[in-house]
């Protein structure tokens, strides 16, 4: 576990990096305490059989997405004085339906998860984990999921369509 995080830390710290983004006020967690957040949270894993660098990737986006939804949450938490503002996150994708809050993508994805599991999946390592396409085709296949790369691209556009449609109905 030592070396694999020593490894991968500042690879995690860019992945954080493009994951966060600023909140209205100035007011944000910072991609380093979000990767050092992750380190806090490893020993509760260390029971894992580390197969592969695709499955710590996986494991840790669900983390990522654990921390910014437990820091959304204190954020709008009404006895921290906090109100409606959203923690934003950005993938330095084009798509606006994407930029919005991470609780309300959070609860969406809930519910894409039950109808669509793969592209929930797919969502969660692109959107909370900062990978890449590639990247997710390859953590999908070491779990056994069939996952080329152009199925990974087209789960992502389904996703989008689906949050986008989602976001708009609300």
Known sequence: MDRLTAAVYGELRRRASFVMAELPGNRTIQPTALVHELYF??????????????????????????????HARKRH????????????????????ALHVDVLLIHQLLERL????PRQSHVV???????????????????????SSLRTVERDWK??????????QSR
Request: with cysteine; proline share 3%.
């Open 158 to 167: 389904f996703a989008q369509a689906w949050l986008h449609n989602a976001i």
């Open 41 to 70: 949270r490893l020993p509760g894993v260390q029971h894992i059989d580390w197969q592969c660098r695709a499955q710590f990737l996986c494991v840790a986006a669900k983390m990522m997405r654990n921390i910014l939804v437990d």
């Open 113 to 116: 998860t039950e109808q669509y």
């Open 77 to 96: 938490a009404r006895k921290r004085g906090g109100d409606s503002v959203p923690l934003m996150v950005d993938l330095q994708v084009k798509d606006p």
């Open 124 to 146: 969660e390592l692109r959107f909370f984990g900062g990978l890449t396409a590639e990247e997710t085709s390859a953590v999908l296949t070491s779990q056994g999921t069939e």
